[in-house]
């Protein structure tokens, strides 16, 4: 295989224009131009087997991108490419490029991948085909052919060539959904029928009582019709989104609380960013509440885009729906599924949970970064699930490499972090990422008071749906949050900016 030249090619823009060119190569504001004005779907550049396909474009108020992902030999790159950002004051590229060597036939067939992740999941089902992808490995400049071998709950990861178990990501915990007695969604009721985990259909429920049977693409279109009930004529009849929550709290207090949750995180998206539902489009929200028995969790099922709460064991959680950041954390999870898709296990987990705890709070509008303090009834281990002020007040668990759960202070600064061994399974808190969340989750703390709220909010939205990727890491994450602050703030910003990744080491000392 001849070695990539991409990655020489891309390093810098100039080089990078010039490569993509027959000529001398355009300006960095022609090809901007370009993207904008043409952004149908095209090869940027291809040599050597590798090329870059056009993706999709990102467009908020201060920042517009057009995203071009990478792949070698056809197949994806996860979390390399390259991105044109502009604004009226302001044009950049940002390539987020991995060097590719490898032999992209796998060395074992997906059927056998197949088998060997059944025998990994024995508890979880086969769902569809494996794909192949590309994963870089940051540490060694290399990269590995995986699988990803899609589940029921989950997708493992294997090497297409060596067939090792790299990780297998599940959504946060083993909530079982089986024992799912209502949900609420925009005023209408819902009872899903889960098959374990899966979302098979649902029956709609008004007020009068009338339920109907739906399958799961009826069901979620019902859901989108925003705070309408059936009549008795089996019509939908718009009532305002107030008498939804209170004529919903006379049935269910669990789902009149979640509905509200929803509505106030959907209101934190519109107002922060003029964002429309987690997925741009209005997409309204799913809840499930009384999910599990006596769960003391709260989960983003990611395969059905929806929010399961648990009502609490009464000893240590109370019902979950009490916890406005907790529902707007789970939320986050969405929205982060929605933008740059970070994958749930080492340091890109670890980022995910941190955003989400960060969204949370901000969204719940209380004045305080005690994450989850209100549904915490046992408080050995803290008052909170985590503290993003004072990280270190509250305990977490991490799992060594010999799989120990180890209780210790949660970090705030990268050296303090939990080590990660492969796999990433749930085993192991898919490599420790609730503990080493609060190393982000104290940045955009610290963030927030250099900044202000609304610079560093609004900083932290645009790295994650502009800039971050799947695979993005602690320092991926670092630089794009300086070259987001380039593009949107002032330089002296910037510099607060740099200093809070330092005193984190989300920026690592030379
Ligand atoms: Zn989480």
Aim: glycine letters at 6%.
């Amino acid at each position: 295989m001849k070695p990539a030249k991409l990655l020489v090619l891309l390093v810098s823009a100039s080089l990078s224009l010039q490569a993509c060119s027959k000529k001398t190569g355009p300006s960095l504001a022609e090809i901007t131009a370009q993207v904008q004005n043409s952004p149908a779907a095209k090869t940027l550049f291809a040599q050597d087997g590798n090329s870059l396909e056009y993706f999709h474009g990102v467009q908020d108020d201060s920042l517009h991108t057009e995203k071009f992902k990478h792949r070698f030999n056809g197949v994806e790159v996860l979390g390399s490419g390259v991105d044109f950002h502009s604004n009226d004051s302001f044009q950049g590229i940002t390539p987020h490029l991995s060097s590719v060597t490898l032999d992209t036939s796998p060395s074992f067939d997906a059927s056998t991948a197949k088998q060997i992740a059944q025998s990994l999941e024995p508890k979880s089902a086969l769902q569809g085909e494996p794909t192949l992808k590309i994963l870089p490995q940051k540490n060694t400049q290399t990269a590995r052919l995986i699988y990803i071998v899609p589940m029921q709950d989950r997708e493992v990861l294997l090497d297409a060539h060596t067939k090792q178990h790299i990780a297998t990501i599940a959504d946060h915990d083993n909530l079982s959904a089986s024992n799912v007695k209502s949900a609420a969604s925009q005023g209408i009721f819902v009872t899903p029928k889960f098959n374990d985990s899966d979302l098979q259909g649902c029956e709609l429920k008004s007020l009068a009582g009338i339920v109907e049977d739906l399958s799961v693409n009826t069901c979620k279109e019902r859901i989108s019709e925003s705070c309408q009930i059936l009549n008795s004529n089996k019509e939908a009849q718009s009532i305002n989104a107030q008498n939804c929550v209170d004529a919903d709290e006379s049935i269910d207090a669990s789902a009149a609380r979640a509905q509200k949750n929803a509505s106030i995180y959907l209101n934190y998206l519109q107002l922060s960013f003029h964002r429309d539902g987690l997925d741009g489009q209005g997409t309204n929200i799913l809840s499930v509440v009384h999910a599990g028995q006596e769960s003391n969790n709260a989960k983003w099922i990611r395969k059905n885009k929806l929010l399961a709460y648990g009502d609490g064991d009464g000893v240590h959680f109370s019902d979950m729906t009490f916890g406005v950041d907790i529902a707007a954390h789970e939320l986050t999870h969405g929205l982060v599924q929605e933008t740059a898709g970070l994958l749930g296990i080492g340091e890109s987990g670890a980022l995910n949970e941190s955003l989400a705890d960060f969204f949370g709070k901000l969204a719940e509008g209380n004045e305080d970064w005690k994450f989850g303090k209100s549904v915490v009834l046992d408080k050995s281990n803290g008052d909170a699930i985590r503290d993003l002020q004072n990280p270190g007040s509250v305990k977490e668990v991490y799992f060594d490499s010999l799989l120990n759960a180890v209780v210790a202070p949660a970090p705030s600064k990268r050296s303090s972090a939990a080590p990660m061994v492969e796999p990433c399974t749930p085993d192991n808190d898919s490599c420790s990422v609730h503990f080493n969340a609060t190393i982000p989750g104290h940045t955009w703390y610290l963030l927030y008071v250099s900044l202000g709220k609304s610079k560093a909010e609004q900083l932290v939205y645009l790295a994650l749906t502009h800039y971050f990727t799947e695979v993005t890491d602690f320092t991926d994450a670092a630089k794009d949050i300086i070259d987001a602050c380039k593009a949107t703030l002032t330089s002296d910003d910037c510099d607060q900016v740099k200093a809070v990744l330092s005193a984190t080491e989300m920026v690592k000392a030379e």
